[in-house]
């Protein structure tokens, strides 16, 4: 890993919030990610199961963790069990972790190796009443791949048939969702590397430039700045690709006079940053790229205003179509006629506007959390506006993310050139 040692009350404190949640004489147990294949030998580079993460901090493949906050050993009652360091195994692939180096990462005290695990689980699972096992439950999941968590809970429901199941899942999704303020250190350091880059590309971008090029700025200034890599695709769009929500190919030329989007975030320390900015490849805005921009952000500040506590997703979003709907009439993109006989399950707004406005983030970049409950202070939503007009062949999108407060929200972004003006004085620099 590149990133600097986090702080392992980070995952103490998880982990403690989690144990306040287990039924009494309950077992929960995590596991890893899978390592996938690609082709021949290869395998996708290693991506650590968010929620060992949140737990744990351990970067490391076949990592679990066992919860049993009332084995009658109280040196059992946290455990991270880690694969054995082998000589062959690192001499090609590198260092594994030893059991101090976990200790110190996650705060853990009793680590075990994976192959001396099933002599300590079975006598755990008959000592306990019911089980946790986790599975995703990230509403947007989209793939039906049967990955280790799944199979896991397969093989324990076949093995101690007569054990009641619980989700763990369904605590994370409360629990990951509320950040601790260690989290937001971590979030803001993803963050403040963006913010660098950022102004880095204000100055890179001119016309003719390839949107690969972009992105190899985006990767440079990451890496240089330690942070893993990007949180997800950077999507580098100029001219009317910006209406592709998830454009990843990033290989055509910006050109004079295109509006250029660029959606980027670093991860750093499994923490993600998701900025969005929209800029004139020129350096300067034309008067119609002016007034649409300005719609946006003006959607943007409004979002702002109304997330806070209380608020459910469904009103939120609602009420901002609902401006969207005045701002859009204002711009020249609707007429009354249109809005007057929309149809309520598609507005006349989604023609401009067809996605959602927040999302939570964290660990992942559309992180674990419940959608149906109303905000609540501690969560982290992105904002993300945006406009799409196919008829002037341009995408607008502006995102920054938010930290919930008490009676409203705190901007982690705040420091990123957003106006107009802004933009348009960085790039002259
Ligand atoms: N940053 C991409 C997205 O939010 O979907
Ligand atoms: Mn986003």
Redesign the pocket.
């Given at each position: 890993m590149k990133y600097l040692p986090l702080n392992p009350e980070i995952f103490n404190n998880n982990r403690s919030r989690f144990i306040e949640k287990m039924e009494k004489n309950s077992i929960a147990i995590f596991n890893s990610n899978d390592e996938l294949p690609t082709n021949a030998d290869q395998v996708y580079k290693f991506k650590q199961n968010s929620d060992i993460i949140w737990l744990t901090g351990i970067d490391q493949e076949d990592t679990m963790l066992i919860l049993f906050p009332d084995n009658p050993d109280p040196k059992f009652r946290e455990v991270l069990v880690l694969v054995r360091p082998n000589e062959i195994k690192e001499k090609w692939d590198g260092h594994r972790l030893r059991k101090t180096e976990a200790q110190a990462i996650s705060g853990i005290q009793t680590i075990i190796w994976l192959d001396t695990l099933e002599g300590y689980l079975q006598p755990w699972i008959h000592w306990s009443d019911s089980i946790y096992l986790n599975t995703n439950e990230n509403d947007r999941k989209s793939n039906l791949i049967q990955v280790r968590d799944y199979r896991y809970a397969l093989m324990m429901k076949e093995r101690f048939p007569l054990h009641q199941y619980k989700r763990s899942a369904k605590i994370l999704k409360e629990l990951r969702s509320i950040k601790t303020s260690q989290e937001i250190e971590v979030m803001q350091k993803a963050i403040d590397i963006t913010d660098n880059t950022f102004r880095r590309l204000l100055k890179f971008v001119k016309p003719g430039v390839m949107e690969y090029e972009i992105e190899a700025e985006i990767y440079h200034s990451f890496l240089s700045q330690r942070a893993t890599g990007p949180a997800?695709g950077s999507?580098i769009a100029s001219g009317d690709r910006a209406r592709t929500?998830?454009y990843v190919e990033n290989n055509k030329e910006c050109k004079e006079g295109e509006l250029l989007l660029m959606?980027f975030?670093a991860e750093y320390g499994n923490y993600c940053a998701?900025l969005?900015r929209t800029i004139p490849v020129s350096g300067k805005f034309t008067r119609r790229q002016k007034t649409v921009y300005n719609a946006c952000l003006h959607l943007h500040h409004y979002a702002v205003g109304i997330l806070k506590p209380g608020i459910s997703i469904i009103d939120y979003t609602h009420k901002i179509g609902d401006e969207a709907t005045i701002v859009f009439q204002k711009i020249g993109l609707l007429r009354k006629s249109e809005i007057k006989n929309e149809d309520p399950e598609n507005r006349a707004f989604a023609k401009y506007l067809y996605h959602g406005i927040s999302?939570h983030l964290g660990i992942d970049?559309?992180d674990l959390g419940t959608r149906t409950t109303p905000i609540k202070a501690g969560m982290v939503f992105?904002i993300?506006p945006g406009i799409y007009i196919e008829e002037e062949q341009m995408g607008i999108r502006i995102e920054n993310n938010f930290w919930v407060t008490k009676n409203g929200n705190k901007d982690l972004m705040k420091n990123i050139p957003i106006t107009v003006e802004e933009i348009e004085s960085f790039m002259k620099k």
């Open positions: 997800y999507i929500l998830h959606d975030g998701d969005t999302h970049v559309h992105t993300e």
